[in-house]
Protein backbone atom coordinates (compact mmCIF):
# COMPACT_ATOMS: atom_id res chain seq x y z
CA UNK A 1 0.00 0.00 0.00
CA UNK A 2 1.16 3.65 -0.32
CA UNK A 3 2.65 5.68 2.33
CA UNK A 4 0.41 7.35 4.11
CA UNK A 5 2.21 10.78 6.16
CA UNK A 6 0.19 13.49 8.03
CA UNK A 7 0.28 17.54 7.97
CA UNK A 8 3.06 17.27 10.12
CA UNK A 9 5.11 15.79 7.80
CA UNK A 10 5.32 18.85 5.41
CA UNK A 11 8.41 20.56 4.50
CA UNK A 12 9.39 24.49 3.76
CA UNK A 13 12.70 24.67 2.10
CA UNK A 14 13.87 27.97 1.13
CA UNK A 15 15.42 27.99 -2.46
CA UNK A 16 16.68 31.28 -2.91
CA UNK A 17 15.91 35.06 -2.03
CA UNK A 18 16.47 37.68 -4.35
CA UNK A 19 17.76 41.23 -3.16
CA UNK A 20 17.69 41.22 0.53
CA UNK A 21 15.43 43.63 3.01
CA UNK A 22 18.11 45.61 4.08
CA UNK A 23 18.83 46.36 0.30
CA UNK A 24 15.19 47.30 -0.35
CA UNK A 25 14.53 49.35 2.81
CA UNK A 26 17.53 51.43 1.85
CA UNK A 27 15.69 52.02 -1.54
CA UNK A 28 12.51 52.94 0.43
CA UNK A 29 14.81 55.39 2.28
CA UNK A 30 15.51 57.16 -0.30
CA UNK A 31 12.33 57.16 -2.06
CA UNK A 32 10.64 58.95 0.71
CA UNK A 33 13.60 60.83 1.13
CA UNK A 34 13.53 59.81 4.91
CA UNK A 35 17.71 59.26 5.04
CA UNK A 36 17.18 59.67 8.57
CA UNK A 37 15.88 56.31 8.98
CA UNK A 38 19.09 54.43 7.74
CA UNK A 39 21.64 54.58 10.55
CA UNK A 40 24.96 54.01 9.97
CA UNK A 41 23.77 50.83 7.22
CA UNK A 42 21.45 49.54 9.07
CA UNK A 43 17.33 50.31 8.58
CA UNK A 44 15.65 51.54 11.04
CA UNK A 45 12.40 49.73 11.84
CA UNK A 46 10.99 52.69 12.46
CA UNK A 47 10.50 52.78 8.95
CA UNK A 48 9.26 48.90 8.25
CA UNK A 49 6.39 50.00 10.84
CA UNK A 50 5.41 52.92 9.17
CA UNK A 51 4.98 51.91 5.65
CA UNK A 52 3.47 48.77 7.34
CA UNK A 53 0.41 50.98 9.18
CA UNK A 54 0.11 53.51 6.72
CA UNK A 55 -0.56 50.70 3.90
CA UNK A 56 2.30 52.01 1.96
CA UNK A 57 3.85 48.58 0.99
CA UNK A 58 4.77 48.68 -2.47
CA UNK A 59 8.38 48.98 -1.55
CA UNK A 60 7.97 44.95 -0.06
CA UNK A 61 6.89 44.20 -3.49
CA UNK A 62 10.52 43.90 -4.58
CA UNK A 63 11.50 41.48 -1.66
CA UNK A 64 11.53 38.01 -3.56
CA UNK A 65 11.73 34.43 -2.15
CA UNK A 66 11.28 31.01 -3.28
CA UNK A 67 10.27 28.15 -1.39
CA UNK A 68 10.63 24.09 -1.69
CA UNK A 69 6.89 22.58 -0.46
CA UNK A 70 6.60 19.44 0.37
CA UNK A 71 4.30 16.68 1.17
CA UNK A 72 1.44 18.15 1.28
CA UNK A 73 -2.20 17.74 -0.65
CA UNK A 74 -3.82 18.70 -3.56
CA UNK A 75 -6.62 20.23 -1.69
CA UNK A 76 -3.48 22.16 -0.28
CA UNK A 77 -2.65 23.19 -3.51
CA UNK A 78 -5.85 24.44 -5.15
CA UNK A 79 -6.12 26.84 -1.60
CA UNK A 80 -2.27 28.11 -2.13
CA UNK A 81 -2.93 28.90 -5.95
CA UNK A 82 -5.72 31.39 -5.04
CA UNK A 83 -2.88 33.67 -3.97
CA UNK A 84 -2.66 35.12 -6.83
CA UNK A 85 0.26 37.38 -6.95
CA UNK A 86 2.86 34.64 -6.75
CA UNK A 87 4.50 32.15 -9.13
CA UNK A 88 4.09 28.71 -8.90
CA UNK A 89 5.61 25.12 -10.43
CA UNK A 90 3.85 21.96 -9.16
CA UNK A 91 4.43 18.01 -9.63
CA UNK A 92 1.80 17.27 -12.64
CA UNK A 93 -0.47 14.76 -12.51
CA UNK A 94 -0.77 14.87 -15.86
CA UNK A 95 3.27 13.68 -16.98
CA UNK A 96 3.96 11.75 -13.95
CA UNK A 97 2.34 8.33 -12.72
CA UNK A 98 1.12 8.80 -9.49
CA UNK A 99 0.90 5.71 -7.67
CA UNK A 100 4.07 6.00 -6.05
CA UNK A 101 3.40 9.32 -3.86
CA UNK A 102 1.99 9.12 -0.80
CA UNK A 103 -1.40 10.46 1.14
CA UNK A 104 -1.24 13.42 3.43
CA UNK A 105 -3.79 13.39 5.96
CA UNK A 106 -5.40 14.87 9.18
CA UNK A 107 -2.89 13.21 11.89
CA UNK A 108 -6.79 11.86 13.52
CA UNK A 109 -7.19 10.12 9.88
CA UNK A 110 -3.64 8.64 9.62
CA UNK A 111 -4.45 6.00 11.37
CA UNK A 112 -7.89 4.82 10.79
CA UNK A 113 -7.94 1.31 9.13
CA UNK A 114 -11.42 2.28 7.11
CA UNK A 115 -9.62 5.56 5.41
CA UNK A 116 -6.54 3.15 4.32
CA UNK A 117 -8.92 0.88 3.34
CA UNK A 118 -10.50 4.01 0.57
CA UNK A 119 -7.13 4.65 -0.35
CA UNK A 120 -5.74 1.77 -1.22
CA UNK A 121 -8.69 0.53 -3.28
CA UNK A 122 -8.27 4.23 -5.05
CA UNK A 123 -4.70 3.50 -5.71
CA UNK A 124 -5.43 -0.10 -7.38
CA UNK A 125 -8.17 1.59 -9.51
CA UNK A 126 -5.35 4.03 -10.72
CA UNK A 127 -3.17 1.43 -11.25
CA UNK A 128 -5.55 -0.74 -12.76
CA UNK A 129 -6.55 2.20 -15.27
CA UNK A 130 -3.01 2.73 -16.43
CA UNK A 131 -1.71 -0.41 -16.00
CA UNK A 132 -4.07 -2.93 -17.66
CA UNK A 133 -6.62 -0.28 -19.47
CA UNK A 134 -3.88 1.44 -20.55
CA UNK A 135 -5.82 4.72 -20.09
CA UNK A 136 -3.76 7.91 -20.58
CA UNK A 137 -2.39 8.86 -16.93
CA UNK A 138 -4.28 12.85 -17.52
CA UNK A 139 -7.60 10.87 -17.73
CA UNK A 140 -6.73 7.57 -14.79
CA UNK A 141 -6.11 10.60 -12.63
CA UNK A 142 -10.11 12.25 -12.07
CA UNK A 143 -10.22 8.61 -9.64
CA UNK A 144 -7.03 9.76 -7.62
CA UNK A 145 -8.01 11.73 -4.16
CA UNK A 146 -7.42 15.11 -3.11
CA UNK A 147 -5.08 13.56 -0.16
CA UNK A 148 -2.41 12.80 -3.19
CA UNK A 149 0.91 14.58 -2.11
CA UNK A 150 2.19 17.42 -3.80
CA UNK A 151 5.83 19.20 -4.33
CA UNK A 152 5.30 22.41 -4.93
CA UNK A 153 8.09 25.47 -5.37
CA UNK A 154 6.66 28.96 -5.01
CA UNK A 155 8.18 32.28 -5.58
CA UNK A 156 6.52 34.83 -3.43
CA UNK A 157 7.06 38.72 -2.74
CA UNK A 158 6.95 40.18 0.97
CA UNK A 159 4.11 42.55 0.20
CA UNK A 160 1.83 39.23 -1.14
CA UNK A 161 3.15 37.42 1.79
CA UNK A 162 1.54 40.35 4.24
CA UNK A 163 -1.86 39.36 2.89
CA UNK A 164 -1.19 35.28 2.46
CA UNK A 165 -0.44 35.80 6.10
CA UNK A 166 -3.14 37.79 7.22
CA UNK A 167 -6.24 35.26 5.49
CA UNK A 168 -4.30 31.77 6.05
CA UNK A 169 -2.90 32.86 10.21
CA UNK A 170 -7.24 32.69 10.46
CA UNK A 171 -7.97 30.35 12.60
CA UNK A 172 -11.03 29.80 10.27
CA UNK A 173 -8.62 27.92 8.16
CA UNK A 174 -8.36 23.85 7.74
CA UNK A 175 -5.77 22.54 9.62
CA UNK A 176 -2.96 21.71 6.77
CA UNK A 177 -2.79 25.53 5.54
CA UNK A 178 -3.30 26.99 8.92
CA UNK A 179 0.14 24.69 9.94
CA UNK A 180 1.74 25.57 6.88
CA UNK A 181 1.52 29.47 7.50
CA UNK A 182 2.07 28.66 10.95
CA UNK A 183 5.57 27.41 10.08
CA UNK A 184 6.11 29.73 6.92
CA UNK A 185 5.79 32.57 9.13
CA UNK A 186 8.61 31.40 11.44
CA UNK A 187 10.84 31.31 8.14
CA UNK A 188 9.91 34.70 7.32
CA UNK A 189 10.55 36.24 10.90
CA UNK A 190 14.20 34.83 10.56
CA UNK A 191 14.44 36.15 7.01
CA UNK A 192 12.84 39.67 7.04
CA UNK A 193 12.07 40.92 11.17
CA UNK A 194 11.39 44.11 11.51
CA UNK A 195 8.34 43.55 9.07
CA UNK A 196 6.86 40.03 9.54
CA UNK A 197 7.20 40.20 13.36
CA UNK A 198 3.76 42.61 12.39
CA UNK A 199 2.09 40.47 10.30
CA UNK A 200 -0.77 37.94 11.06
CA UNK A 201 -4.52 37.64 11.09
CA UNK A 202 -7.12 40.65 12.13
CA UNK A 203 -7.75 39.25 15.49
CA UNK A 204 -4.23 39.93 16.28
CA UNK A 205 -3.76 43.29 14.14
CA UNK A 206 -6.96 44.77 15.08
CA UNK A 207 -8.13 43.16 18.56
CA UNK A 208 -11.02 41.85 16.73
CA UNK A 209 -12.35 39.20 14.08
CA UNK A 210 -13.93 40.80 11.06
CA UNK A 211 -15.67 37.61 9.30
CA UNK A 212 -18.12 38.56 10.96
CA UNK A 213 -21.02 35.33 11.65
CA UNK A 214 -18.41 33.63 9.75
CA UNK A 215 -15.87 34.05 12.91
CA UNK A 216 -14.05 30.76 13.81
CA UNK A 217 -15.80 28.74 16.86
CA UNK A 218 -12.62 29.10 18.75
CA UNK A 219 -12.44 32.60 18.30
CA UNK A 220 -16.20 32.68 20.17
CA UNK A 221 -14.26 30.58 22.68
CA UNK A 222 -11.59 33.20 23.26
CA UNK A 223 -14.07 35.86 23.24
CA UNK A 224 -12.49 38.12 20.94
CA UNK A 225 -14.72 40.97 19.71
CA UNK A 226 -16.40 40.81 16.17
CA UNK A 227 -16.37 43.64 13.97
CA UNK A 228 -16.29 45.43 10.65
CA UNK A 229 -13.42 47.05 9.09
Same mark, same amino acid.
Given at each position: ???????????????????? #???????????????????????? #????????????????????????????????????????? !?????????????????????????????????????????????????????????????????????????????????????????????????????????????????? !??????? +? +???? !??????????????????
Amino acid at each position: MNKILSYEDMEINVIQSTLS #PDHIIKVACAITQKQDLWDDGIPN #PKLIKYLFTANHTSPFEHCYITFLIKNVSRSFLAQITRHRM !GSFTAASQHYQKYDSYPDILDPQMVNMKTVRTFLSDVNSMYDYLTSLLLLPKEEARQVLSNSKAVNILWTVNARSLINFFNQRLCKRNVQEMHMFATKLKEICINWFPDLFVLV !GPDCETL +G +GCTQ !GKMKAEVCRNENIPNFKR
